[in-house]
T-cell receptor, first 116, second 112 residues
Framework: GAGVSQSPSNKVTEKGKDVELRCDPI?????LYWYRQSLGQGLEFLIY????????KSGLPSDRFSAERTGGSVSTLTIQRTQQEDSAVYLC??????????????FGPGTRLTVT | EDKVVQSPLSLVVHEGDTVTLNCSYE??????LLWYKQEKKAPTFLFML????IEKKSGRLSSILDKKELFSILNITATQTGDSAIYLC????????????FGPGTRLSVLP
């Protein structure tokens, strides 16, 4: 597609359930990022994938959070045993990475997660 | 620890006013500074600044970077209600790790 797509756009789940959020990056973009944005807050980095390298998971807030990127394209962010504090908008972004670092990121529309 | 600071955090103006949004950064291996506009969910790219002192313009928006003072400003002239948004500043690192450090954003509200 022309841009980064994410699904679902909205997700309401009960506390304790697992959720999966999907991100389809722009074709050809080797770098993929997940961010979280709580109400009124800035972007919080979660995880970064670059090509076939091991992902940078330094932003994941707990071991309930995990992410995969299959075939260097689609990524899935999984949150297990959701808690109310997980409620936020989860944004995915992709970028081209050149030899001198990453280029500007293109963001998807986000998934608004509400844990009740 | 790397950080990006934006000011003001919130700003209310009237249509036609000119605003200046500020961004200061402390980013290791700094390569460039980016500005985004976030209206609903997805931030949209505005500018990427790599060189000091060179102004970038897009319509009523302009931005400049000062790499000596580790500072950037985003100017919006003749503001319109459609400019109401959160403006995010991000520092990009020159490596393959977590490449971007985002500031908290400035929430701009333009009243008619």
């Amino acid at each position: 597609g022309a841009g980064v797509s994410q699904s679902p756009s909205n997700k309401v789940t009960e506390k304790g359930k697992d959720v999966e959020l999907r991100c389809d990056p722009i074709s050809g973009h080797t770098a993929l990022y997940w961010y979280r944005q709580s109400l009124g807050q800035g972007l919080e980095f979660l995880i970064y994938f670059q090509g076939n390298s091991a992902p940078d998971k330094s932003g994941l807030p707990s071991d309930r959070f995990s992410a995969e990127r299959t075939g260097g394209s689609v990524s899935t962010l999984t949150i297990q045993r959701t808690q109310q504090e997980d409620s936020a908008v989860y944004l995915c972004a992709s970028s081209i990475t050149g030899t001198s670092g990453s280029y500007e990121q293109y963001f998807g529309p986000g998934t608004r997660l509400t844990v009740t | 620890e790397d950080k990006v600071v934006q000011s003001p955090l919130s700003l209310v103006v009237h249509e036609g006013d000119t605003v200046t949004l500020n961004c200061s950064y402390e980013v290791t291996n700094f390569r460039s500074l980016l500005w985004y506009k976030q209206e609903k969910k997805a931030p949209t790219f505005l500018f990427m600044l790599t060189s000091s002192g060179i102004e970038k313009k897009s319509g009523r928006l302009s931005s400049i970077l000062d790499k000596k003072e580790l500072f950037s400003i985003l100017n919006i002239t003749a503001t319109q209600t459609g400019d109401s948004a959160i403006y995010l500043c991000a520092g990009a690192r020159d490596n393959y790790g977590q490449n971007f450090v985002f500031g908290p954003g400035t929430r701009l509200s333009v009243l008619p």
